[in-house]
T-cell receptor
Framework: QQQVKQSPQSLIVQKGGISIINCAYE??????FPWYQQFPGKGPALLIA?????SEKKEGRFTISFNKSAKQFSLHIMDSQPGDSATYFC????????FGTGTSLTVIP | DAGVTQSPTHLIKTRGQHVTLRCSPI?????VSWYQQVLGQGPQFIFQ???????GRGNFPDRFSARQFPNYSSELNVNALLLGDSALYLC????????????FGQGTRLTVV
């Protein structure tokens, strides 16, 4: 897991604001870059994912930006809602998923 | 359409005991992986199985073992339980070991006392 560094550890955003979570990695063999959302007591749910031949992917309010040369990718949540309050994990994959340490997002109404 | 099913949802065991956790993957998925998530941390890889063969193993002691059945369901076994084994155990299902999305079950919360 030291191969993956996720920041910030926690984030508080006003409703309607933009939430940004970052993930830095070392292993250039990673071939798939997902973000998972996890609510207390539940398993991680796939939110959005990108492959290394694409620099950006948008699905609704969620966008991944991928910078291969910098070995970083980020999750942007537009128009953040209280229902988005959860823990988010980046989990780049080389055969297995290498999860980051998680970001606890709180969206204040 | 059923997602990944894990049983039981919660379990309390005593130190030194043995435990078996079960996972049924999404219909049509042939690859199952197991992860351990300690409270406040990200999940850590334990095993991956595909077509009943072990395809990967994480850095866990030999007390941890797993197998996959012909119907692609899987069991995770942990022997000689330690307090430190208390965690949420997650099963992930995918079509193949690589190049495809993986979907997680809700997990089994194991508490060792």
């Amino acid at each position: 897991q030291q191969q993956v560094k996720q920041s910030p550890q926690s984030l508080i955003v006003q409703k309607g604001g933009i939430s940004i979570i970052n993930c830095a990695y070392e292993n250039t063999a990673f071939d798939y870059f997902p973000w998972y959302q996890q609510f207390p007591g539940k398993g991680p749910a796939l939110l959005i994912a990108i492959r290394p031949d694409v620099s950006e992917k948008k699905e609704g309010r969620f966008t991944i930006s991928f910078n291969k040369s910098a070995k970083q990718f980020s999750l942007h949540i537009m128009d953040s809602q209280p229902g988005d309050s959860a823990t988010y994990f980046c989990a780049p994959r080389e055969n297995q998923f290498y999860f980051g340490t998680g970001t606890s997002l709180t969206v204040i109404p | 359409d059923a997602g990944v099913t894990q049983s039981p949802t919660h379990l309390i065991k005593t130190r030194g005991q043995h435990v078996t956790l079960r996972c049924s993957p999404i219909s049509g998925h042939k690859s199952v992986s197991w992860y351990q998530q300690v409270l406040g941390q990200g999940p850590q890889f334990i095993f991956q199985y595909y077509e009943k063969e072990e395809r990967g193993r994480g850095n866990f002691p030999d007390r941890f073992s797993a197998r996959q059945f012909p119907n692609y369901s899987s069991e995770l076994n942990v022997n000689a339980l330690l307090l430190g084994d208390s965690a949420l155990y997650l099963c992930a299902s995918s079509l193949q070991p690589a190049n495809t999305e993986a979907f997680f079950g809700q997990g089994t919360r194991l508490t060792v006392v």
